[in-house]
């Protein structure tokens, strides 16, 4: 099973070209796949059948996994079978016609202008991690990158003078403009703050911790979090609600899907459409508001 495993992590790394975040989730899924096989008496991936499939479902069930893991799972485990065509060992993928619970699509969360206004007054700029926290969550509302892309940009990545940064994501290199006070808070780290907490070994990282090396992913989640809860914002905060922010927020001030799409790295323009379907929502709760409270009517 070893033997598959880094077979597979080969082929993910040389011949795919997902995020290192999209293929640590394939493995860590196959991982578990694999474990499983063995642990019922299956020597092999290539002896398993439709029928096996079925029964790693119903097991991923018994242990209350929701809907969109068991999918995301399985999705993981037909890209592994892929390989193993690929590679001549089977000659069909016995994962492809497993049926599978339809997930419940959750519409993103995101922060109304005065909330993110509170969350971005949080940081305290006179000393260095507030000053680098200020420009990460301006950076981060003013251009809805990924976290993932946060914490990958370097110094070079970002022309203060343009206004504009240059965001490496997995579909290559997009442009994103970034509004002024975000230019500020940005320049404002890097020329009075950035070299007090950077070492020799930070190279170009734009922004790293305390110690002087990359910011990591759980690191900025932390941050977020607390800065939320000293702004008093209760909503549930994920890595990713700046970035449904930014989108919601143009969406409402008249960008076009499109638009944003580009802005946001979406491959598929439906990854985008779920905030038309947020905006929509929003415009029917206001609407049934404004024609049945008493109040609104009469105001």
């Not at 492809?96 to 993110?116: D, F, H, R, S």
């Not at 779920?274 to 206001?286: A, G, I, M, R």
């Amino acid at each position: 099973m070893n033997d598959y495993y880094s077979l597979f992590r080969e082929y993910l790394i040389n011949q795919k070209s997902n995020s290192a975040n999209t293929r640590e989730s394939y493995l860590r899924d196959v991982a578990f796949f694999l474990d499983y096989l063995s642990q019922n008496g299956i020597a092999s991936p290539t002896l398993a059948d439709e029928r096996v499939l079925d029964d790693y479902v119903q097991y991923l069930r018994g242990l209350n996994r929701s809907a969109t893991t068991i999918s995301r799972n399985i999705a993981s485990v037909r890209c592994f079978y892929k390989f193993l065509i690929f590679r001549g060992e089977m000659d069909t993928n016995p994962a492809k016609t497993v049926k599978l619970e339809k997930a419940q699509k959750k519409l993103p969360q995101v922060l109304t202008g005065e909330e993110i206004d509170l969350l971005l007054a949080q940081p305290r700029v006179t000393d260095p991690k507030g000053c680098r926290d200020k420009a990460m969550l301006e950076l981060l509302y003013a251009t809805g990158i990924r976290v993932s892309e946060l914490i990958n940009l370097d110094i070079k990545d970002i022309n203060l003078r343009a206004g504009v940064l240059h965001c490496r994501g997995s579909k290559g290199i997009r442009t994103i403009p970034v509004y002024p006070s975000a230019i500020v808070a940005v320049s404002d780290y890097i020329y009075r703050m950035r070299d007090l907490i950077a070492d020799p070994e930070s190279g170009d990282a734009l922004f790293v911790n305390l110690n002087g090396s990359r910011l990591t992913r759980q690191g900025f989640w932390k941050i977020v979090k607390s800065y939320a809860t000293e702004a008093g914002i209760t909503k549930e905060i994920t890595p990713h609600t700046l970035r449904h922010s930014f989108a919601m927020h143009l969406l409402q001030n008249g960008a076009s899907v499109k638009d944003i799409q580009t802005m946001m790295g979406h491959a598929d323009i439906s990854s985008t459409q779920v905030y038309v379907q947020l905006l929509d929502l929003d415009n029917h709760v206001k609407s049934v508001y404004n024609d049945c409270h008493p109040r609104a009517r009469t105001s």
